[in-house]
Structures are given as structure tokens and as C-alpha cells.
Nanobody, 120 residues
Framework: QVQLVESGGGLVQAGGSLRLSCKVS????????MGWYRQAPGKQRELVAD???????DYADSVKGRFTISRDNAKNTVYLQMNSLKPDDTAVYYC??????????????WGQGTQVTVSS
């Protein structure tokens, strides 16, 4: 069974850094785009950053210049380096991936979520 396994959340002071990791576990045919979303209490889930299989990236305006998304295709892993964290970055962060388990099937998976808390 294919699943996304996240790690790296935690508690950090404002101005600090955290690095999130998300690994695709299980056998897949290919992985297309991968990304990170977040959901704060009382708010809708929003895109933080995503990256295509070719390495093209896109970021939410609120994190540009502070967060960096990257991926290691050999390890089927995506990372989110978060610097200069602010209390407004506090949320549950979810990994997302579009992938094919076979050449004819395409599916979207979500990770279990990891809590990031930034104290002021």
C-alpha cells in the first residue's frame, strides 16, 4: 500500500527554522507533483508550495523568500525548509502527491499531517 510518511514538525520560536520531510512509501510507477499544504484552526487548507517532477516550484505569497521546497527523486522524498518562521505559520502541515501506481492509474495522496507551532 502506497502512503506518504511525514516527519519534522515541532515547536519553534519566531525567527527559527524547521525542515519537514515526506517520503512516498511503497511501490509506485511514477511521481508527478508533490507539495505541502497547511491548515490553521478555523481556516481552510491552503497550498504552501509545490514542485513538479522536473523541479519547477510554486509558492504561496506569504512564504516566498522564507520557505524552500525541494525533492529527491531517488528517495521519493519531498522537503520543506522553513526559515524565519512567524506565529502565523502555525498550522498542521500536510504533504500531497500526485502519482501513478501503474502506468494507467493516477491518484492523489495525503500525508497524516504534522503540527508546526511557532511561538512569539
Amino acid at each position: 500500500q502506497v502512503q506518504l510518511v511525514e516527519s519534522g514538525g515541532g515547536l519553534v520560536q519566531a525567527g527559527g527554522s524547521l525542515r519537514l520531510s515526506c517520503k512516498v512509501s511503497g511501490s509506485v510507477f511514477s511521481i508527478n507533483s508533490m507539495g505541502w499544504y497547511r491548515q490553521a484552526p478555523g481556516k481552510q487548507r491552503e497550498l504552501v508550495a509545490d514542485i513538479t517532477s522536473g523541479g519547477s516550484t510554486d509558492y504561496a505569497d506569504s512564504v516566498k523568500g522564507r520557505f524552500t521546497i525541494s525533492r529527491d527523486n531517488a528517495k521519493n522524498t519531498v522537503y520543506l525548509q522553513m526559515n524565519s518562521l512567524k506565529p502565523d505559520d502555525t498550522a498542521v502541515y500536510y504533504c500531497n502527491a500526485y502519482l501513478r501506481t501503474t502506468s494507467w492509474s493516477r491518484t492523489q495522496l495525503w500525508g497524516q499531517g504534522t503540527q508546526v507551532t511557532v511561538s512569539s
